[in-house]
């Protein structure tokens, strides 16, 4: 039976691990929010690898505020880079395998074809450089180690953008929503599902959990901007809001966001077969699921 260790328990992607999880039996599953690990304590989190041993580490947890990091770059720098090469360094100690996740944010490197892997970098924002800083020293710490770049979270708990869109769409008429960023919205079930799909395969061949390394870019599938984004939660939620696309200078933000960022996910599909639902598909089978948000 592996042994699953995942930090960030109370992030959205943890809590969604967490429902993930309960399908899951056998793999024995610990989940640490950020009072039980805190990852700027780097002598809690070696203790604590130690102490449980785990095959694998998954590391939700960062420093995610994407605007406020422009101020605050150190603390960023602290979750997203310090922390995560100690949390490498600890997993690497006791042969764990460290599954980490990162951002599309990384490339905004100018192209407008989907990205792959191996791609240039070219991160625009202190939290895309944080978390690019975070991903070398995962990589430098050991080749086995994995790291997983997705985009434009969401799903039932925490904040994120269709929380936003349902909130903002029953208390206005209208709203502006920027048309000129395109991506792909990924639901934190679909990942997590997914994670621990990647962690079953591995579990039942070694052979699979050997060649799990590197880079993997994983988000649903097809393309839209955050207007498209925002129009099909309406539409979905029967909110009579009216949407309207606006351009990025017309809502500038302390960060700068990539203008592209589609990414390919060829890799992961190829190598272990995952099916990944159009993110229309996966928004609505959310919102049914939920019907609380
Ligand atoms: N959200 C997105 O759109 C998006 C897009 C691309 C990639 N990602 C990446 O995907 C991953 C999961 O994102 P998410 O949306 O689930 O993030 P999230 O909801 O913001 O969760 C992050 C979690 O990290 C915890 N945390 C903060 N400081 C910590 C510390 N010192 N020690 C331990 N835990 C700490 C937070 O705890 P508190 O709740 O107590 O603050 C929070 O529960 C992150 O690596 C993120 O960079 C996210």
Redesign the pocket.
């Known amino acids: 039976m592996i042994r699953v260790l995942v930090?960030?328990a109370?992030?959205?992607?943890?809590q969604a691990l967490q429902q993930e999880a309960v399908r899951h039996k056998t793999m024995e599953w610990h989940f640490q929010?950020?009072h039980d690990?805190?990852?700027?304590d780097a002598e809690m989190v070696d203790r604590m690898v130690r102490f449980l041993r785990p095959d694998v580490i998954i590391n939700?947890?960062?420093?995610?505020a994407v605007d406020k990091a422009e101020e605050a770059s150190s603390e960023a720098f602290a979750?997203n880079r310090d922390?995560v090469g100690n949390l490498a360094r600890s997993a690497t100690e006791v042969d764990a395998k460290l599954v980490h996740?990162?951002?599309?944010y990384v490339y905004d490197n100018g192209q407008v074809t989907p990205y792959l892997e191996s791609d240039p970098v070219r991160p625009a924002s202190i939290y895309a450089s944080s978390?690019l800083a975070g991903e070398e020293l995962i990589i430098q710490s050991s080749p086995g180690h994995v790291v997983i770049r997705?985009?434009?979270?969401y799903g039932p708990v925490?904040h994120?953008f269709l929380k936003t869109m349902i909130r903002l769409g029953r208390e206005r008429a209208e709203l502006n929503v920027v048309f000129d960023q395109v991506g792909t919205p990924t639901c934190?079930t679909d990942l997590a599902e997914a994670l621990a799909g990647l962690l079953v395969q591995g579990a039942s061949d070694p052979k699979k959990m050997e060649a799990f390394n590197g880079i993997y870019n994983f988000s649903n599938e097809g393309v839209c901007s955050w207007y498209d984004f925002a129009v099909a939660i309406m539409r979905l939620r029967q909110l009579s809001c009216r949407v309207i696309p606006i351009r990025s200078a017309a809502f500038p933000t302390p960060a700068k966001r990539p203008a592209y960022s589609v990414m390919d996910k060829g890799r992961i599909k190829n190598q272990f077969g995952i099916p990944i639902a159009h993110w229309r598909d996966a928004l609505e089978r959310c919102l049914r699921e939920n019907p609380g948000i």
Not at 60 to 64: E, H, L
Not at 150 to 153: F, G, K, N
């Open positions: 930090t960030g109370q992030g959205q992607l943890g929010g950020r690990l805190d990852l700027l939700t947890a960062a420093y995610t979750l922390a996740l990162s951002t599309d978390k997705t985009s434009w979270l925490n994120n934190t």
